[in-house]
């Protein structure tokens, strides 16, 4: 039995972390296609700070400036293909 349960945490773990890593790399890719727009540093910074306040109103503190961020970072470091 415990091997059953402890098999089972283990799957959906890797599963919901998955699932976190896409979308992350999503929201990264639709603020950096989307939003940005290859916009200027100063001005692009200042976009995601104000979709930051809006998603942290929205979803929660989880969603601030530096978790935005993280997304962009996923975007730009990781392709399509190495995402899904």
Known sequence: MCAIIEDTRYRV?????????????????????????????????????HLAERLVKRYGSG??????????RAAYTFSEAEID
């Not at 990264?28 to 916009?39: F, P, S, T």
């Not at 969603?63 to 962009?72: A, S, T, Y």
Request: proline letters at 0%; glycine letters at 6%.
């Open 63 to 72: 969603w601030g400036f530096k978790k935005l961020q993280h997304c962009l």
């Open 13 to 49: 773990a890797v599963y919901v972390n998955s699932e976190a890593c896409r979308m992350n790399w999503h929201v990264g890719m639709r603020i950096k296609e989307d939003v940005l727009h290859n916009a200027r540093a100063e001005y692009g910074k200042q976009v995601v700070k």
